[in-house]
């Protein structure tokens, strides 16, 4: 009873992650499998098979508060299933340590990029004219399937960045779109790996993937009210302070790893950074607020991210 009770608990806090923050279910839950000794295989799975109900849920809840472009959630959700599926078939038969490093640089610069533009209102990557056509999500989406499946996790961390960087949308917007398409890419990640390893099904930790539906179909709804209700730049630099934090330890973890004590020293102030600016970033969005009192709430963070 207690190991189903910690794996909801876990799938709760993984889930209010994600939901707020577009990203964090996968990689939290793959994580806590491959440490208890499940093969990767069984971990992207097993991973996958919560996430379908734990996305259902979310992606309604998002909807609901308006946080779904429909247009958007279409373009990411279809190449992504299709290469979830195939990166699913993949992973059974091959490892991609090496490749998930050298990704893990990739999502530490849209780490970075996503920090300054919210934290400290600066654009490293300028936004493109016509952000929002195929052309440009369709590739951000079949990126973010293959990356998800086979890597246990990374829909989010590769989506949500890339979605931040080439449109416009607020960061909540950005969330709900991205956790409602991740209901299809665990779908077909789900199908992917049925039809690639039966075998699968008799390493598949039963107990574990059901506490963390629990968990996570619980905290879905809250998750998707409280993105729908945080300020923007604060969420913004969240995000941000997020993915550099995961990727620059699976970087270090591939050079070969540092000294404890100074890993966790890095790791705090990591930390502390972000918190320091979130709450500046917080300050000045409620100054913003305050400045556009008598009009829309949403105009002026919409105004300002542009």
């Known amino acids: 009873m207690w190991f189903f009770a910690a794996f909801a608990l876990a799938g709760g806090a993984a889930q209010m992650v994600d939901g707020t923050l577009g ?4 990689v939290t839950s793959a994580t806590i499998l491959l440490y208890m000794g499940v093969s990767a295989a069984a971990a992207s799975a097993a991973t996958h098979a919560a996430k379908i109900p734990t996305t259902f849920v979310s992606g309604i809840s998002h909807w609901r508060q308006g946080n779904v472009d429909v247009g958007t959630f279409v373009r990411v959700a279809v190449p992504g299933a299709i290469t979830a599926f195939i990166g699913a078939v993949v992973l059974v038969n091959l490892s991609l340590a090496t490749a ?7 999502l530490f610069f849209f780490g970075l990029v996503i920090f300054v533009r919210f934290g400290f ?11 929002h056509k195929a052309r440009w999500l369709s590739p951000i989406g079949a990126l973010g399937g293959f990356v998800d499946a086979t890597g246990g996790g990374g829909w989010g961390p590769v989506v949500t960045p890339s979605l931040m960087t080439v449109t416009k949308f607020p960061p909540a917007k950005v969330v709900g779109s991205v956790n409602a398409a991740e209901f299809v890419v665990a779908l077909s990640a789900s199908a992917g790996f049925l039809t690639g390893a039966e075998h699968l099904e008799d390493e598949m930790p039963w107990v574990a993937v059901l506490g963390l539906i629990v968990g996570g179909v619980i905290v879905a ?33 591939a050079l070969g790893g540092i000294p404890a004590l100074f890993g966790w ?24 607020r305050a400045k556009h009192s008598h009009g829309d709430d949403d105009v002026p963070a919409l105004e300002h991210l542009q």
Request: hydrophobic share 60%.
């Open 265 to 288: 020293t890095m790791l705090a102030a990591a930390i502390v950074v972000t918190v320091v600016v979130a709450k500046r970033a917080y300050v000045h969005d409620l100054a913003e």
């Open 221 to 253: 709804p809250f998750a998707a009210r409280l993105a729908g209700r945080l300020p923007h730049h604060v969420m913004g630099t969240l995000v941000g302070g997020l993915i550099i934090i995961v990727n620059s330890q699976v970087i270090l973890l």
């Open 121 to 131: 209102n600066y654009r490293l990557i300028p936004a493109p004219r016509g952000g």
């Open 23 to 26: 990203m964090g279910f996968g």
């Open 100 to 106: 998930k490093a050298w990704m893990a640089a990739l």
